[in-house]
Every structure is written in structure tokens, then in C-alpha cells.
């Protein structure tokens, strides 16, 4: 069976746990290929490919139904002085838009991805949730993203601000690149993100990551 193909329903229970690096490294690639196809235009396609080596600190959270598809997954890429962002791609660091310059302190939202079958379910919001909590757990003060027109609602919403900076034409719709404080997106995301949460396994490693969030500040209405 393919392992990037969801035959699951919104009625199976979900596991999601951490990426491993090395034995996962290739159901990571071919759904981070899935996703820039289905966002980018044929002729685009090459050159927003990513690369591993273009994301040292990249960690990637996984999600498969009970059959072992991976039916969704979410990226971040952690704060460090080795950082590497995928909008540098397209747009310079440090950027005069963005409100710091410091790789230690700045993280990056770098994909989402989620099988058709599990889509409106909860599961792209946990695991947008859990990737922005995996900055917060490394130290990331700002986090940024790229966003396109729906999407950028989203974040907006969620605490991002736009900054103008237009890093991605796909066909008719710009993407942007936003930031915002990982803490208060974080409580922003927190109400919505509970409850959809509360539809998934976590293991052990990000149970212990959401129970020092829960035991913060950003947790309490």
C-alpha cells in the first residue's frame, strides 16, 4: 500500500507523532512534493522543490489512521544559528519587514499538508497547532510563514501580520510572507486547537511538549 495514499474516514482514529529524520526521510519528501503540486503551477514546480539540505533544522510532525497511511503532516523549521528558511528562496534574511533578524530566535511554519479524506475534519488545525508549538518548546520568540489568500485569513486571525512581502505567484493568487509572536499565536490557536486535539493520539514526546504548554500562562483563559 502506498504509505501517501488515505483510504481512512474523519471515524479513524489518528496517531501523530515526530518525524524521524533518517527512516521517515522519504515519506517526507514525497508528501512535501505532494503538497507544492497541488499549490503550484506546472512551471513552478522545479524550482520551489525543496531539498533537505535547504532546512538543517526542519522537524516534521507525521499523522496515519490506524492502517498505517500517513494521512497528514506539518513542518516547522527550528530556531538556531544553522537555520535556513524556505521563503529565503524567495525573499532575502534578514528582510527590513520582518521584526528580527536573529536565526535563535526566529522559527518558520514551513508546510501543511493533510489527504483529501481527512481534510474539514480538525486535523490540519492540530497539526498547525503542534508545528507552532514545536518553535515555541525550541525558544522561536517570532515565527513566520507563507501564505496564500485563504490561508492568509487564517492568520491573520490567528495573530500573524502581513508584511507585505510577496514571495510566491501561484498562477493568480501571491503568496505572503506574515510573522507574528509565537506566544500569542499560540494562545490565539489555543481555544479552536483543544478541541481538535482532543480527536488525536499524541505520543509520548509531544504529550510531554503540550503538557509544559499547558502548564504555562498561554494555556489560561
Do not use: K
Given at each position: ?100 533578524t536573529d536565526r535563535s530566535q526566529l522559527g518558520e511554519g514551513l508546510m501543511l499538508y493533510v489527504a483529501p479524506a481527512e481534510r474539514r475534519g480538525g486535523l490540519a488545525r492540530a497539526l498547525t497547532f503542534l508545528s507552532t508549538l514545536l518553535l515555541w518548546d525550541a525558544g522561536a520568540s517570532h515565527i513566520a510563514a507563507e501564505n ?74
Amino acid at each position: 500500500m502506498d504509505p501517501t495514499t488515505s483510504t481512512s474516514t474523519s471515524t479513524t482514529r489518528i496517531t501523530i507523532r515526530l518525524a524521524d529524520p533518517t527512516s521517515d526521510q522519504a515519506l517526507v519528501d514525497a508528501l512535501r512534493r505532494r503538497s507544492i503540486e497541488e499549490l503550484a503551477s506546472p512551471e513552478q514546480r522545479d524550482a520551489l522543490m525543496p531539498r533537505a539540505q535547504d532546512a538543517p533544522t526542519a522537524c516534521f510532525l507525521l499523522a496515519f489512521d490506524t492502517t498505517g497511511v500517513c494521512v497528514g503532516m506539518a513542518g516547522s523549521v527550528l530556531p538556531g544559528p544553522q537555520a535556513r528558511y524556505g521563503f529565503e528562496r524567495r525573499a532575502s534574511f534578514p528582510h527590513p519587514a520582518l521584526p528580527i533578524t536573529d536565526r535563535s530566535q526566529l522559527g518558520e511554519g514551513l508546510m501543511l499538508y493533510v489527504a483529501p479524506a481527512e481534510r474539514r475534519g480538525g486535523l490540519a488545525r492540530a497539526l498547525t497547532f503542534l508545528s507552532t508549538l514545536l518553535l515555541w518548546d525550541a525558544g522561536a520568540s517570532h515565527i513566520a510563514a507563507e501564505n496564500g489568500a485563504v490561508s492568509l485569513g487564517m492568520a491573520r486571525a490567528a495573530g500573524f501580520t502581513d508584511t507585505g512581502v510577496v514571495t510566491i505567484h501561484n498562477r493568480s493568487e501571491p503568496y505572503h510572507l506574515v510573522v507574528g509572536s509565537t506566544s500569542e499565536v499560540l494562545r490565539n490557536a489555543w481555544p479552536a486547537s483543544e478541541r481538535a486535539l482532543t480527536a488525536y493520539e499524541l505520543e509520548p514526546t509531544l504529550q510531554t511538549m503540550l503538557g509544559r504548554f499547558l502548564a504555562s500562562p498561554l494555556a489560561r483563559p
